[in-house]
């Protein structure tokens, strides 16, 4: 099973890598094309959900990152499959 985040202030979770246009959020969420900071603290601070699009494992990685981040919308199913430990740690043999 895949992780869950918590959605803004809303008292729900989300999964945390969606493909886009395959889930529907409990609220409205801050919609980014990128990471920014300024957005990221306003939209935490007032409680606002925040969904990151990302197109690569390494802005999907970068997104994740960031807590303030509920989920991260990929264009493919195959972005979600990242093992995101192994990306995040590397790799143990």
């Known amino acids: 099973m895949r992780g869950r985040r918590w959605f803004g202030a809303t008292h729900e979770q989300v ?20 990471l920014d900071d300024a957005q990221l603290r306003k939209a ?11 197109d690569t494992e390494e802005k999907v990685l970068a997104a994740l990152a960031r807590p303030e981040v509920a989920c991260v919308l ?3 199913q195959e972005l979600t499959e990242i093992d995101l430990i192994e990306a995040t740690y590397g790799r143990r043999d």
Request: charged share 25%; glycine share 6%.
């Open 44 to 54: 935490h601070d007032e409680g606002t959900p925040v969904v990151v699009r990302a």
């Open 74 to 76: 990929v264009p493919t």
């Open 15 to 34: 999964p945390q890598l969606a493909v886009e246009g395959e889930i529907e959020f409990p609220a409205e969420p801050l919609v980014l094309d990128e």
